[in-house]
């Protein structure tokens, strides 16, 4: 497929895709409904040559404030990410945490911080770089929230990231199959064994 071809694919998938906006509940698919359902966790995603726009969602048996606290103990993410080497919170307030990712990607190292700003009473944490430190990616930002469905929470996830390099193709999948799949289960792991 031609690079024009790829371009205009994603200018007609990037609505659906980013139907996700904060405040706004992604419109499901009849078979994402049935995914969730069934307890799976569903991905949307279009890649780039170096990057990937990523709406994730996952039903989880918890409240929203539990599920949100879940999202933000970023620390708990290493040992639930094979591919986190370390994560460090260099800023800790209310509502806003400055956290360090050293991850691992075919061996090499990556390093990047950033920045989540959590509205609580809308149950939302943006996440953004840092832009007063150095990163090993171009951008990394994005958002969690939290709706309230029936009696469970549904976990919104919507990223966007470039790595400013070509990245593999089996390295994208990997990360989104792999990396994203463990951290949202482990959020939702998280959250179900605080209720």
């Known amino acids: ?4 071809m790829r371009s205009l694919c994603a200018l007609l998938l990037l609505p659906w895709l980013m139907a996700a906006s ?3 509940r992604p419109t499901l698919s009849e078979d994402e409904a049935r995914s969730l359902a069934a307890g799976e966790i569903v991905v949307r995603q279009e890649t ?3 990057g990937a726009i990523t709406v994730a969602i996952v039903d989880v048996a918890a409240t929203p404030e539990h599920t949100l606290a879940a ?3 970023v620390k708990a993410r290493k040992d639930e990410v094979s591919n986190i080497t370390d994560v ?3 800023l800790e307030e209310p509502d806003r945490l400055g956290v360090t990712f050293d991850l691992s990607v075919v061996g090499v190292g990556v390093r990047f911080h950033t920045l989540y700003e959590v509205t609580r009473d809308e149950h939302l944490a943006r996440y953004a770089l840092d832009p007063s430190k150095e990163h090993d990616v171009v951008k990394a930002e994005g958002f969690y ?8 929470t549904r976990l919104v996830y919507a ?4 790595s400013g390099r070509r990245v593999p193709a089996w390295i994208k999948r990997w990360m989104t199959n792999g ?8 959020i939702r792991t998280r959250a179900e064994a605080s209720e």
């Open 1 to 4: 497929m031609s690079k024009l």
């Open 22 to 24: 904060p405040g706004e």
């Open 48 to 50: 780039t040559d170096t």
């Open 71 to 73: 999202v933000l103990d």
């Open 88 to 90: 460090a919170y260099y």
């Open 145 to 152: 929230q939290c709706f309230t469905e029936g009696e469970k």
């Open 159 to 162: 990223g966007t990231s470039d």
């Open 179 to 186: 990396a994203l799949q463990d951290q949202l289960s482990g």
